[in-house]
């Protein structure tokens, strides 16, 4: 009686080979998920390293330049704030003036000795920025129609002294900003006075592309009557191709390029024979 009661009893699954099944999934998910975040770790850990190097390379630059100019910054002729350095523009020109004056060049030509130990050492270009206040032009100076003028061509001006001073021209280019980029107020003559200025700041220099010029592109090839005599036809002109538009008249189809036109003409004839005859 009881060997029967055992053998209608069905032996129960183990649970122990599913429970491990289940294990090795989420150890498998949270392996993955751990490779991920170290990955994402290392990629920010990249970036913030290149971000420091960046960093420690813009401050030696920055640090380099200033004892380049120890010497006119000792004497106040210029100013240094952020790796532009700063020129007044009362001590370039005169008011509503590109001329440069005797003071303004002997302070360009004391920046071109460690201007040039500065480009010598770092890969870098020289921006010559103009600004002005924002008064307008006076109405007897008409050189200039604008203050967008005025501050071009004194930077065009500072420009060519530091090219003829020794500056290579392919290491120095002039930009102009008009009254925008205040750095006082313009409401009395002592802000507006440190607005006009000129500053000249160390920038990276542009990476030149490959440009193939006029004089660089092969010479055209004659062509040959046997060239001409072995070209395709002429491909046919925009006009030429271009559908009708709504409301156009369309050509009227010659009767000699319409084979089903010539048929139905003859069977005509043919007709037209039997019945008289």
């Known amino acids: 009686m009881r060997e029967d009661v055992d053998a209608s009893v069905e032996p129960s699954t183990p649970i122990w080979p599913v429970f491990g099944d289940l294990m090795s999934v989420l150890l498998g998910a949270f392996v993955l998920v751990l490779v991920g975040v170290i990955a994402m770790q290392l990629q920010l850990s990249n970036r913030l390293q290149e971000e420091i190097q960046q960093r420690q390379e813009e401050t030696q630059r920055r ?3 200033e004892q380049a100019l120890a010497r006119p910054l000792a004497e106040g002729r210029v100013t240094l704030v952020d790796g532009r350095i700063g020129i007044s523009g009362s001590v370039l020109f005169a008011l509503n003036s590109d001329q440069l004056q005797d003071e303004g060049r002997e302070v360009l030509l004391s920046l071109v000795e460690p201007l040039s130990e500065y480009l010598h050492a770092n890969d870098q270009a020289l921006m010559v920025s103009g600004f002005t206040d924002d008064q307008a032009i006076h109405g007897d100076n008409r050189r200039f129609a604008d203050n967008w003028e005025l501050s071009a061509q004194r930077a065009l001006t500072v420009t060519r002294a530091l090219i003829d001073a020794g500056i290579p021209s392919s290491k120095v280019f002039a930009a102009a900003f008009g009254s925008e ?3 006082s107020s ?4 002592a802000g507006r ?3 006009r200025r000129v500053e000249i700041s160390p920038v990276p220099r542009p990476s030149l592309t490959a440009q193939a010029s006029p004089d660089e592109l092969p010479p055209a090839k ?11 036809p002429l491909s046919a002109s925009p006009r030429a191709t271009e559908p009708p538009t709504h409301g156009a ?8 390029s319409a084979p089903g036109q010539q048929g139905d003409a003859r069977r005509a004839q043919q007709e037209r024979a039997k019945s008289h005859g």
């Open 222 to 232: 004659a062509e040959s009557p046997h060239d001409r005599a072995g070209a395709g």
């Open 193 to 195: 006075a440190r607005n």
């Open 181 to 183: 980029q205040p750095i």
């Open 249 to 256: 008249i369309r050509p009227v189809q010659n009767p000699q």
């Open 63 to 65: 640090q380099t330049l």
């Open 186 to 189: 313009n409401a009395d003559e």
